[in-house]
C-alpha cells in the first residue's frame, strides 16, 4: 500500500525536527511531500495605489526584500529537509516540494491539500504556552481538530 504523508513545512526548527522524525520512524517506501504554505503579502511589492499611506510607500522597498529575503529561507530549508530524506533512504522520485499561497488559513489550506489523497499529515509542535494555545490555537490544534479520516503527527 502506498503511504502518502504530507508534511507542513517552513523554515522553522519545528518543521526539520518534524523531518528528522520522519527519517527516525518510517520506511523509506512511503511518499513525501513538503508542503508549504506561503502568506498572500507579494501582492503588496507590485501594488502603486494612492490609497496606499505614505509611511507604506516610503517603506514598500524594504518590506519587499523581507518578503524575498522570507521565501529564500523557505526555499533553502525545503531543499534541505528534501537532502535529509534522501540522505535517510527515501527515495528521490518520492519525495515533493509543493508551495502554495495562502488561500483560506494555514491549517484549513493544509486540510484540504491532505484531503486530496494522503493517510497522513506530519507538522511540528510550534511550541506556544498552554494559555496561548487555548485562546489563539495553533495550525496543529487547528489541523487536528479539522481533519476526518487522515491521521496526524504532532512532533514535539
Known amino acids: 500500500m502506498d503511504n502518502k504523508i504530507l508534511v507542513a513545512f517552513d523554515d522553522s526548527e519545528n518543521a526539520m525536527r518534524a523531518v528528522e522524525y520522519i527519517t527516525k520512524i518510517f520506511t523509506t517506501d512511503n511518499k513525501i511531500t513538503l508542503f508549504n504554505i506561503a502568506q498572500d ?3 503588496l511589492c507590485d501594488m502603486n495605489s494612492p490609497a496606499l499611506t505614505p509611511y507604506f510607500k516610503s517603506q514598500q522597498s524594504s518590506f519587499c526584500t523581507l518578503e524575498n529575503k522570507k521565501k ?3 526555499d533553502s530549508a525545503l531543499q534541505k529537509a528534501r537532502k535529509k530524506l534522501i540522505a535517510a533512504g527515501f527515495e528521490e522520485k518520492n519525495i515533493s516540494i ?4 495562502k488561500k483560506k488559513g494555514v491549517a484549513r489550506d493544509i486540510v484540504k491539500e491532505a484531503q486530496s489523497g494522503y493517510n497522513t499529515i506530519v507538522l511540528g509542535r510550534r511550541g506556544q504556552s498552554g494559555i496561548k494555545d487555548f485562546i489563539l490555537g495553533s495550525v496543529s490544534h487547528k489541523v487536528f481538530q479539522l481533519v476526518k479520516d487522515i491521521s496526524v503527527l504532532v512532533v514535539n
Open 41 to 43: 503579502t507579494a501582492a
Open 98 to 101: 509543493k508551495a502554495e499561497t
Open 72 to 74: 529564500s529561507l523557505v
